[in-house]
């Protein structure tokens, strides 16, 4: 296990996106002391622009919400890479926090994963990172990212009926990406896959992580999965006790945890730092089982 997770900003050049680019957190194994690094309106303890321990490491890709942003995933983000994976978190463009511009649209899910494999080449050939990468990936989503990380894999997303201005459902377009080893849902937003054979494309374990109190996600979501997913991609699933939908996002600081701070709050009785211990372990275990 590495002793320290380095970090490094990187901006991914995308042409197809309004902006030209979009930013994504990327850590990674190092050997550096870590110190406390401000990420407005957070801190983590990270290496900063430490150079990359020797590899070959494993790519993880993670992919937020709808209306979220890469932040949220920083404490699953720093454990992973502390223990030998490279861990990269982009902003999805048109569907983050600060630009919801996509968010309903069409071509939404077809262009979130596109953003995931478009990181994924952006790191291949970095020269910093590139050669210390073992050419495996896998990839996590928390709701939206859930669905955006099936299509990555081989799903065949449908458009929902509010999405389209006939309300007639069609499909999406998606690329996957081949170098994908194994999926981890936490609580999937999974709808675009309510068709017969959509998951049938998937071909890759999965580890589903959902909510027994998320009224956002709820079990007809992992119903979806658990149904459509074809024999050669084994599932593995389990139900937390307690959870909501948001319980599954990095825990909030002190004075960031309130109503006003609708995702930093749990169903009551839960303890969404202790589920972040288990959750982390439970994630890297799946990954060093099935990579």
Not at 59 to 88: K, P, Q
Request: proline fraction near 10%; glycine fraction near 12%; include cysteine.
């Amino acid at each position: 296990m590495s002793a320290t997770a380095g970090c490094r900003l990187v901006e991914v050049a995308d042409g197809a996106v309004p902006t030209g680019g979009f930013p994504a957190l990327v850590m990674y194994p190092a050997g550096e002391p870590e110190h406390t690094v401000a990420f407005p309106p957070y801190t983590t303890e990270v290496a900063m622009d430490a150079p990359v321990a020797t590899g070959p490491h494993h790519l993880v890709v993670i992919s937020h919400g709808t209306g979220s942003w890469h932040l949220v995933h920083r404490a699953l983000g720093t454990h992973l890479a502390r223990s030998g994976f490279v861990v990269a978190m982009p902003v999805h463009p048109g569907d983050n926090r600060e630009d919801d511009t996509a968010v309903g649209t069409p071509d939404n899910l077809g262009e979130r994963p596109r953003h995931l494999r478009v990181l994924a080449d952006r790191l291949a050939s970095d020269d910093l990172l590139g050669p210390q990468l073992s050419g495996r990936v896998a990839a996590i989503g928390h709701s939206m990212g859930g669905g955006t990380v099936l299509a990555l894999a081989g799903g065949r997303p449908t458009t929902l009926p509010r999405e389209e201005p006939d309300g007639v459902p069609r499909a999406v377009g998606v690329e996957p990406d081949p170098r994908i080893g194994a999926l981890v849902l936490l609580a999937p937003a999974t709808a675009a896959f309510r068709e017969e054979g959509a998951l049938s494309g998937v071909g890759v374990p999965v580890l589903m992580l959902t909510g027994e109190r998320d009224e956002v996600t709820t079990g007809i979501h992992a119903q979806i999965v658990a149904t459509g997913l074809p024999a050669h991609a084994p599932l593995e699933h389990h139900v937390v006790a307690g959870a909501g939908h948001n319980s599954f996002l990095s825990p909030y600081p002190a004075e960031m945890t309130g109503p006003q701070y609708p995702a930093s709050l749990d169903p009551e009785g839960f303890d969404r730092r202790a589920f972040h211990d288990w959750m982390a372990a439970e994630i890297l275990g799946f990954l060093r089982r099935v990579l």
